[in-house]
């Protein structure tokens, strides 16, 4: 009688702990392919003439489930389409998914900030920047207690700046030590801020990470993406859609082109994380071309499904030259 007892109290142990796994989150996320758009039908110019074009750009995406339980993870393990990450690669201890969203989400629209002025640019426009943002203090640096996020510098010295490189330059006319005066809006409200220099990289430094503003743009692009997609890598793809939607002739000559990578302000294009994932999504919609960064080369060797092209890009420049020469097309580097 006693070791039925026992044996129905294991059973029973045995099922709960069962059940129990079912509520465990565990500390990872898991990534697999996610949605794509063709950028062409999002995207809507207004104050210049437009053209049409009659294939597609297709911007490519990670989806990231945060929320991975226990038998989730096994079933996750099981298929080559998912990939599962420590959760603190992608979500800081301090900063929940809610807030990672909000940084996604502003990200996102800085990139297309950014495409838009690179875009601009690439077709003859002449444009400058009007105003320079803080958008990320370095803990531990000069700057950690004095600047913040969401600071715009107006001034540097008692000079007036209005770019990046203008606030380096009043940086860099500074030794080791030295204290730099900046006259900062936050809040709508204006302070004086001085910060020391400090040497890092070889370089004078404060501690901050910058943005250049553009608050007016002679040219008014708008892009609507949808499915809750966030973050810069989607830049280059908008980049070329908005070029395309500003240049005769149809830069995509009835291709389906997709891609993928960040676009800096002058027309680099940088990496980003999830490639390996966004070209199993392009393999299923059957589109044969990828544009890829060329600091991403290396991390999907060895993963790219059969019958689809990557063609290198480290620039705009590379990205346009084959869309536009069929030579270049015929001889593009790949990874």
């Known amino acids: 009688m006693r070791q039925r007892v026992i044996a129905v109290v294991g059973v029973l142990a045995l099922i709960g702990l069962v059940f129990a796994l079912n509520f465990y989150q565990m500390p990872v996320v898991a990534l697999s392919p996610g949605p794509m758009e063709d950028v062409l039908v999002r995207l809507k110019v207004e ?45 800081p201890d301090d900063e929940d998914s809610a807030q990672i969203d909000k940084e996604n989400a502003a990200l996102m629209d800085r990139s ?33 207690g004095k600047l913040q996020p969401g600071d715009k510098i107006l001034a540097a010295d008692g000079r007036a700046v209005a770019s990046i490189d203008e ?36 370089q004078p430094r404060v501690g901050v990470l910058l943005r250049d503003l553009f608050p007016r743009l002679p040219v008014k692009v708008s892009i609507q993406t949808q ?30 082109i997709a891609g993928t990578g960040e676009i800096a302000l002058d027309g680099s294009v940088l990496p980003v994380g999830g490639v390996a994932e966004k070209l199993i999504a392009v393999h299923r919609l059957g589109v044969t071309t990828f544009l890829i960064p060329a600091g991403n080369c290396d991390s999907v060797r060895g993963q790219v499904p059969a019958g689809l092209r990557l063609v290198k890009v480290s620039k705009i420049g590379d990205a346009l030259s084959f869309l536009r020469d069929p030579k270049v097309a015929t001889t593009a580097p790949g990874c």
Do not use: C
């Open 47 to 91: 104050g210049t003439r437009v053209y049409d074009s009659d294939g597609k750009l297709y911007l490519t995406s990670v989806g990231i489930d945060d929320n991975v339980r226990f038998y989730e993870a096994l079933l996750d393990m099981a298929n080559r389409d998912v990939q599962l990450l420590p959760r603190a690669r992608l979500y």
């Open 112 to 144: 297309k900030e950014t495409a838009t002025v690179v875009a601009l640019r690439e077709v003859g426009y002449d444009i400058k920047p009007s105003g320079v943002e803080v958008t990320q203090v370095v803990s531990g640096a000069p700057a950690d």
């Open 167 to 202: 606030v380096r330059k009043a940086i860099g006319r500074h030794r080791v030590g030295e204290p730099v005066a900046f006259r900062v809006d936050r809040d709508q409200r204006q302070r004086n801020v001085t910060v020391q220099v400090q040497e890092a990289d070889n």
């Open 227 to 256: 499915n809750n997609i966030g973050g810069p890598s989607a830049g280059l793809i908008f980049t070329l859609s908005i070029i395309d939607k500003l240049t005769p002739g149809d830069l995509t000559a009835g291709r389906r």
